[in-house]
Nanobody
Framework: QVQLVESGGGLVQAGGSLRLSCAALARTASSYAMGWFRQAPGKEREFVAAITRSGASPSYADSVKGRFTISRDNARNTVYLQMSSLEPEDTAVYYC?????????????????WGQGTQVTVSS
């Protein structure tokens, strides 16, 4: 069982930056592949970024590539999403997700555990 707690969301102007954090509360959190997803009002939840349990081979959605960076600190059982050059289209609730596995995963139905979400609002 893994409990995920996100933090770091908020209101930012277009062009600004935010860093989201996801604390994984589990004794073996470093064994889990992690991902970030987002859901805007009226839209389906979509993939943003993913990382393997070792921190290697990050994967990004095309819409955020070059602007967002996913990383993890296994000593702290925490995954981060550094977001830069934010656009109004990035406005959404951002969710952290986890699953046991040796690679990275990009689909909603591949993840077993989800956080409660954190709101990111980008004003124009």
């Amino acid at each position: 069982q893994v409990q995920l707690v996100e933090s770091g969301g908020g209101l930012v102007q277009a062009g600004g930056s935010l860093r989201l954090s996801c604390a994984a509360l589990a004794r073996t959190a470093s064994s889990y592949a992690m991902g970030w997803f987002r859901q805007a009002p009226g839209k389906e939840r979509e993939f943003v970024a993913a990382i393997t349990r070792s921190g290697a081979s990050p994967s990004y959605a095309d819409s955020v590539k070059g602007r967002f960076t996913i990383s993890r600190d296994n000593a702290r059982n925490t995954v981060y999403l550094q977001m830069s050059s934010l656009e109004p289209e990035d406005t959404a609730v951002y969710y952290c997700a986890a699953r046991w596995g040796t690679t990275y995963y990009t689909r909603v139905n591949e993840y077993d555990y989800w956080g409660q979400g954190t709101q990111v609002t980008v004003s124009s």
